[in-house]
């Protein structure tokens, strides 16, 4: 019973953390992923889109939870750029966002590396 206990209230928690708008979130560290994956299936592949291999000239982005097709628009320093979730990742822990290059280039150099980029979900 302790157990059905505990999963139900970390479920409420998880729940409740995922569900809070991007704007009550504090901003989040965002990289990118380039020609390596370039023509590699991404993991909303199975809905036979557009996105369903990876391209780094799209405005695309990965995150670990949002729905397939949700639109962001991602801020830095007055620069935004609006990406399409694709993919799941990123897969480094204090990351929350993977920006294609394209996406990532829009707000800075890719020599940067990782940004910390406040996320507004569109739709």
């Known amino acids: ?13 998880f729940s409740w953390i995922v569900s809070r708008p991007y704007a009550e979130q504090p901003e989040v560290i965002a990289s990118y992923y380039g020609e390596r994956y370039r023509n590699k299936p991404t ?3 199975y809905k036979n889109w557009k996105y369903s291999y990876f391209n780094p000239d799209h405005l695309t982005a990965a995150h670990k939870t949002l729905p397939f097709g949700t639109k962001l628009k991602v ?8 990406v399409v979730i694709t993919d799941r990742g990123p897969f480094v822990r204090g990351r929350t966002l993977d920006l294609s290059k394209a996406a990532f280039e829009k707000l800075e150099n890719c020599r940067v590396g990782i940004l910390k980029v406040k996320v507004e979900v569109i739709k």
Do not use: E
């Open 1 to 13: 019973m302790k157990i059905l206990a505990t999963i139900i209230s970390c479920l409420i928690v």
């Open 75 to 82: 801020s830095y320093k007055g620069k935004s750029v609006i």
């Open 43 to 45: 993991a909303s592949h």
